[in-house]
């Protein structure tokens, strides 16, 4: 029996609608599919890092209009507003011999990964900006479908939270990786971060594939799954009618905004306003990784046991305040003992996001809602990296001239943060959205 196959303990409700799933022991085919899941996980976190990191270090040599960096970064929100959808909802109704999710896997994987190198080697805003755009369409391809396997392949009920912990750990030594080796992979030769991504891609992908047709494509419930154009008609209806639903939206999108924002600028921040070198600045950053690393292992366990709507408004309020240190101070010793907040708090984010939208979704619709998942990611993505372009711009001779406005981007981080708590409470306030938005689901 897999362990798609096996039945959900009830086990009892926290407050927050939570599963006390933490009660039983992860098994050992649940084990062994998130090792498999771990793959993909890993290689795509290491490409859309290093691409979304590096970009603004490329493209500041061909302008220094950092409104029109963020707009170039932010092209991988423009595609996570619409491909997501297409294909998160199409991989619910496609039947292959190799099922509905790894047709697209691979249709996007690997053009995304022939794509990335290009990146390094071109030259000229526009022609950057052209193959940082086809890279993010492809990868969005191929990540939706792959994303929807998880609630695919685990009882979310039960070990949703850990399933997400797990998945945040490789997301985390793949973000990590990207961002200590990146910058140094940089300063040797331009296209040397990109060409090992898209290695990595080729590797992680093929294998997963190639070990997911050895142990057999997961079950996925045709019943009641929808084409992308109902899907897109019926959305807009589940957030208009559903409270809990359209309160994760606007939540999940300030978070996006908060690290889109970061990882667009922080690299920049470090070198052009504090004046670190572009090695000395990858090392601090990487070392910042390994404690959101820290923080996204430990986030998944203690949300399935305490509650995780519960750890995620803790960990926000930490997330907020460490933002506000750098907005207030350059002092590099008071910044260092906010990096540990910030830190701990992005990766409790990173891991418990998507976990409170599984309870939310229908099992005919797991494409369709982790298509609904990535186009609120896209609003954040596109907003983070404008909106901090936008306030270092203008604060780049006045406020903040002495780090050249970079100082600024701390101040989307912390206002978005802070935001995301309102619209966490009003979805905290309607706990029993799962049940109603299933039975929607099911007699729409």
Request: hydrophobic letters at 50%.
């Amino acid at each position: 029996m897999t362990a798609t196959e096996t039945k959900s303990d009830p086990g009892t409700k926290h407050p927050d609608g939570d599963q006390q799933g933490w009660q039983r022991s992860l098994k050992h085919e649940e084990k062994v599919e998130l090792a498999l899941l771990a793959l993909p996980t890993f290689a795509l976190a290491l490409a859309i890092t290093i691409v979304s990191t590096q970009l603004g270090e490329v493209t500041r040599h061909y302008t220094h209009q950092t409104t029109l960096i963020g707009a170039i970064i932010g092209g991988e929100g423009a595609m996570a507003l619409w491909v997501p959808l297409i294909f998160g909802s199409w991989s619910d109704t496609l039947k292959t011999r190799i099922g509905g999710r790894l047709p697209f896997v691979l249709a996007g994987g690997l053009p995304a990964a022939a794509v990335l190198p290009m990146i390094g080697v071109v030259h000229g805003l526009g022609l950057v900006a052209l193959v940082s755009a086809l890279f993010f369409l492809f990868y969005f391809v191929a990540y939706e479908p792959y994303r929807a396997m998880y609630p695919d392949m685990l009882p979310s009920e039960e070990v949703g939270g850990r399933a997400q912990s797990a998945q945040a750990v490789a997301r985390g030594v793949g973000t990590g990786c990207a961002l200590l080796g990146g910058g140094l992979l940089l300063s040797v030769a331009r296209p040397l971060p990109f060409a090992v991504a898209a290695v990595v891609m080729v590797a992680a992908l093929g294998g997963f594939v190639l070990l997911i047709l050895r142990r057999g494509t997961p079950h996925q419930d045709y019943r009641n799954a929808e084409t992308p154009l109902q899907v897109a008609r019926r959305l807009p209806r589940l957030i208009r009618h559903h409270p809990a639903l359209r309160a994760y939206f606007f939540a999940n999108a300030l978070w996006e905004t908060t690290l889109a924002a970061l990882k667009a600028f922080v690299l920049l921040y470090l070198t052009l306003g504090l004046g670190y070198s572009l090695s000395t600045a990858s090392l601090i950053i990487g070392g910042v990784a390994l404690v959101i690393l820290i923080g996204a292992a430990a986030s998944g366990k203690v949300g399935d046991k305490l509650g995780r709507m519960r750890v995620v408004m803790v960990a926000l309020i930490g997330y907020g305040a460490g933002y506000l240190v750098p907005v207030l101070t350059t002092n590099r010793i008071a910044i260092g003992l906010a990096m540990p907040f910030i830190a701990i708090g992005g990766g409790t984010v990173m891991t418990m996001a998507y976990a409170l939208l599984m309870p939310l979704m229908p099992k005919a619709e797991h494409g369709a809602l982790t298509g609904f998942y990535s186009i609120s990611r896209g609003v954040g993505i596109v907003l983070g990296p404008i909106l901090a372009g936008a306030v270092i711009w203008v604060t780049r001779d006045s406020l903040f001239k002495e780090t050249s406005g970079f100082q600024a981007m701390w101040i989307i981080c912390a206002a978005a943060t802070f935001g995301s708590l309102f619209f966490l409470r009003r979805m905290a306030g309607a706990p029993d959205e799962g049940q109603q938005l299933s039975d929607a689901g099911h007699a729409s």
